[in-house]
């Protein structure tokens, strides 16, 4: 339970605290804000594994409905997305296309589109933690997993020099 409460009082710590206001005004504290998410309470929160317990307070009559035959697809889905090499991707198409100027310019100007690069953050980098973490089936393992980490740091860490280095704003004031 101590994982599980840090990772939901980290997210709230960066969506609904004063950081979240300086974030609407400063981009470092935006930054922030966004490793805080993608970094920090997704880790928390995958660590816990507290899906399946957390399922046990749903109401009977709905548990029992999401143990239906309709789940299977959706264990496929889960299966396909958590191997650590396909959630790697889906964080890294997910991280750049979020900070693309244009995509990240609307999040700004639009709480809606906040909201959803937020919400795409969040589930991007719980199916990596989860990978990383997790991982299982054939040709996955803690090997992976360790060079899956490896290519998500190069990643994040071009992105991050790319916008550093660049000789203009990426994005409007």
Known sequence: PTL???????????????????????????????????????LLLASSAAGGVLA?????SLRLGLAGSWKYPLQSLWRILTEPVTATAVQAVVMWAWHAPALFDRALDSSGWHIAQHSCFFISSLLFWWAMLHPRGRGSGYGV?????FAASLIGGALGAL???????WYAD
């Open 163 to 169: 916008m550093s280095f660049s000789s203009s704003p």
């Open 56 to 60: 046990w307070g749903l109401p009977r």
């Open 145 to 149: 997993s360790a060079a899956c980490l």
């Open 4 to 42: 599980f409460l840090s990772g939901w009082s980290v997210l709230t710590l960066s969506l609904v605290s004063p950081l979240h206001e300086a974030g609407e005004r400063s981009f470092t504290m935006h930054m922030i804000e966004h490793e805080l998410i993608m970094l920090v309470a997704t």
